[in-house]
């Protein structure tokens, strides 16, 4: 077939139209949305790896492995509904978060997966369960959405198949570590995230 310049400019026009398609299927891609917003507090835990290399890949489900260790302070918020974020961070951001212990390698178990995590606790017992008292004052002031009734702190490790996490339980149960949370995480129903550092640490 003779090539022209016609033939040209329309072949250029397609596959321009082609690179676009791509572009806007990765931005979309990007934009992860969820129904509700999400409060949580994050810190460093590199140790996590180490227990996610011992689970086999055939036992892992399609949720996968977390990559962004936290406890998460409640999720359900209907933060369309929220005009100011700023007073859901300072829920958090302002009291003096203390040192975690993640501990007691457990599962949520439902129909569909195993949830494979830690329980979480603060290292001092005797003073005030900042965890609660954070979660108790986002459930009174702000409007939300939550199946669960009672708030159980924990940093999930990864969603196994059905079944499939029990054997992982008992290999890893006696591990315990301790955290330090380093930042507040406030991520909202349409994948943004708002993020800020901890200033206040109890050692």
């Known amino acids: 077939m ?42 460093d835990f590199p140790e996590i790896k180490d227990i996610q290399d011992k689970i086999e890949k055939d036992d892992i489900h399609d949720q996968g492995l977390v990559t962004n260790p936290h406890t998460t302070l409640l999720y359900g918020l209907h933060d369309r509904e929220i005009e100011d974020d700023n007073k859901v961070l300072n829920t958090a951001i302002d009291k003096e978060i203390p040192e975690l212990i993640l501990y007691n390698i457990s ?5 569909d997966y195993d949830v494979f995590k830690f329980d979480v606790k603060q290292k001092n017992v005797e003073k005030e369960n900042v965890l609660y008292k954070i979660n108790k004052e986002l459930t009174d002031n702000f409007p939300f959405t939550n199946n669960f009734p009672d708030y159980h702190p924990h940093c999930t490790i990864g969603y196994l198949k059905k079944g499939k996490g029990v054997k992982y339980v008992k290999m890893l149960k006696s591990l315990e570590y301790k955290v330090k949370p380093n930042q507040i995480v406030y991520s909202k129903s349409n994948g943004d995230e708002i993020k800020l550092d901890i200033k206040k640490l109890t050692r």
Request: proline share 0%.
């Open 2 to 43: 003779k090539v022209t310049k016609y033939n040209t400019y329309y072949k250029f026009k397609y596959y321009m139209k082609l690179i676009k398609f791509f572009e806007e299927f990765l931005n979309e891609s990007k934009e992860q949305k969820y129904d509700y917003g999400c409060l949580m507090l994050c810190y």
């Open 107 to 111: 599962l949520f178990e439902n129909d």
